[in-house]
């Protein structure tokens, strides 16, 4: 099933959480309504506006009203409400059905991925005091070569490697000793 970026169709779904949400009151709601007002004038005009911020009108009922309204205008004007409602309320946008559906969706697609992709990432498993001390070698054996004995420190460390690599280690030693 695919997420649904419908903000019509999710605005009818949380219609009924929305009008029965004790957190909307009247201050939430009049903000939502002069945000809306404000920042989109052409989806919320002035005489809209102050329909829908009318005292003598019951709060659930403005709010009905102004989502059907918000229904009836379209898809944007239902994005810039739920936009609205997000800036304005947090908590009760987070609480929303479709949100909480959006979010169980999205956690369910990315446990399926959690699996793969820590193997993918893990380069070592031996940890950063392996590191550290690889890396501690390496400056050592840089510092010795830097501050003399180069030539016979390294003529004895080529010893330990194999065949191969001791005569690459060598001849390097060699052209470095020429120079």
Do not use: W
């Amino acid at each position: 099933m695919e997420l649904s970026f419908c903000y019509e169709e999710q605005l009818q779904s949380d219609a009924q959480f929305l009008c029965s949400n004790q957190r909307m009151d009247t201050e939430l709601v009049d903000s939502l309504v002069l945000q809306l007002n404000r920042i989109y004038p052409q989806i919320l005009s002035d005489k809209e506006a102050c329909k829908f911020r009318s005292l003598r009108v019951p709060t659930t009922e403005r709010l009905r009203e102004l989502l059907q309204y918000l229904h009836e205008k379209g898809d944007d004007a239902c994005y810039e409400f739920y936009r609205a409602l997000h800036i304005q309320a947090e908590d009760v946008y987070f609480s929303l059905p479709t949100r909480i559906r959006q979010r169980e969706m999205t956690d369910s697609r990315s446990a399926n991925n959690v699996a793969v992709i820590p193997e993918r990432y893990v380069f070592n498993e031996r940890g950063p005091i392996f590191f550290l001390s690889c890396f501690s070698v390496a400056v050592g054996i840089a510092f010795l070569y830097y501050y003399g004995g180069e030539s016979s420190f390294l003529h004895c460390s080529a010893v330990r490697l194999g065949k191969d690599a001791k005569d690459v280690f060598v001849s390097y030693v060699e052209i470095l000793a020429r120079k």
